[in-house]
C-alpha cells in the first residue's frame, strides 16, 4: 500500500505543478494626483513592430469610455492631446498564436511621464482574446482611478 500512496502523492505534485500553468496576473497603478477624469482627448502610439492592430483596440476602448482617441504612428501625434497612450504587448504561441502580456501606459504628452500603468499576463490556459485583454487592463486603470 505504500508504495500505491506514494505514486499518488507523486502524482498530485505532477498534477499541481502543470495546473500553476495557469497564471493570471492583473495589476494597475496611478500616480499620485493623477485624475484620469480630467483626459478627454488621447492619442494611442502604434508600437512600431505592431501588426495586429493593438493600438486600435485600445483606441476603440478609450472611446468606449467616453474619451476621445485616436490612434497612429509616434510622429502623428497631435498637439492638443491630453494624454499619449503607449503599450508593449508579447505573444507566444501553442497550437495559435495567443497574447500573453499586455502593458498600457497613460502618458503625460510632452514629458512622456506615466500617468497610469496597467499590466495583464495570461498564459495559454487561461487566455483571452486580444480586446478582451485590452478591455481587462483599461477597465483595471480607470477603475483604481475612482
Not at 501606459?105 to 506615466?114: L, N, S, V
Not at 483599461?138 to 483604481?144: C, G, L, Q, S
Request: hydrophobic share 45%; net charge positive; aromatic share 6%.
Amino acid at each position: 500500500m505504500k508504495p500505491l500512496r506514494l505514486f499518488a502523492s507523486l502524482l498530485l505534485v505532477i498534477s499541481a505543478a502543470f495546473l500553476s500553468g495557469c497564471i493570471t496576473k492583473l495589476n494597475s497603478e496611478i500616480s499620485p494626483g493623477t485624475d484620469l477624469a480630467a483626459i478627454n482627448k488621447v492619442y494611442v502610439v502604434r508600437l512600431e513592430k505592431d501588426e495586429r492592430g493593438v493600438e486600435k483596440l485600445i483606441a476603440d476602448r478609450l472611446s468606449l469610455l467616453g474619451k476621445q482617441a485616436t490612434s497612429g504612428e509616434r510622429a502623428g501625434i497631435p498637439a492638443d492631446v491630453d494624454a499619449i497612450v503607449t503599450y508593449q504587448d508579447k505573444w507566444m504561441w501553442d497550437i495559435t498564436m495567443y497574447m500573453i502580456e499586455l502593458y498600457v501606459q497613460i502618458r503625460k504628452p510632452k514629458t512622456e511621464i506615466a500617468l497610469a500603468t496597467g499590466h495583464s499576463m495570461r498564459t495559454s490556459l487561461v487566455r483571452k482574446s486580444p480586446p478582451e485583454m485590452v478591455d481587462e487592463v483599461i477597465t483595471d486603470i480607470f477603475k483604481k482611478s475612482k
